[in-house]
């Protein structure tokens, strides 16, 4: 069975820094494409990046380019997300997903959420 499991949102000023992470069970993270997705209030789910294979290429959306890194860790078999600069448009709902490679590979499996506030 896969689990996916959020940890570390939390509430945030204007400017500061969280960092998230997914660990994940009955799945390989690190031989896997994995991604971040973000769903604001009133909004619909969008993707914020993604990890590819095999090198590890990166994809981020442009409103958080150069703000965000996405990375794995194969020893804790779980991904993250660090998260700078934080604006108060980052406030969502945070989910990580493992994906189908491939550029536009769809999610296979959901986290249940971390939830982001940032404040102005």
């Known amino acids: 069975q896969v689990q996916l499991v959020e940890s570390g949102g939390g509430s945030v000023q204007a400017g500061g820094s969280l960092s998230l992470s997914c660990a994940a069970s009955g799945y390989t993270v690190v031989n896997s494409c994995m991604g971040w997705f973000r769903q604001p209030p009133g909004k619909e789910r969008e993707e914020v990046a993604r990890i590819f294979l095999p090198a590890g290429n990166t994809r981020y959306a442009d409103s958080v380019k150069g703000r965000f890194t996405i990375y794995r860790d194969m020893s804790k078999n779980a991904l993250f997300l660090q998260m700078n600069s934080l604006k108060p448009e980052d406030t969502a709902m945070y989910y990580c997903?493992?994906?189908?490679?491939?550029?536009?590979?769809?999610?296979?499996?959901w986290g249940q959420g971390t939830q982001v506030t940032v404040s102005s």
């Open positions: 997903a493992a994906l189908v490679c491939g550029v536009t590979g769809s999610p296979r499996y």
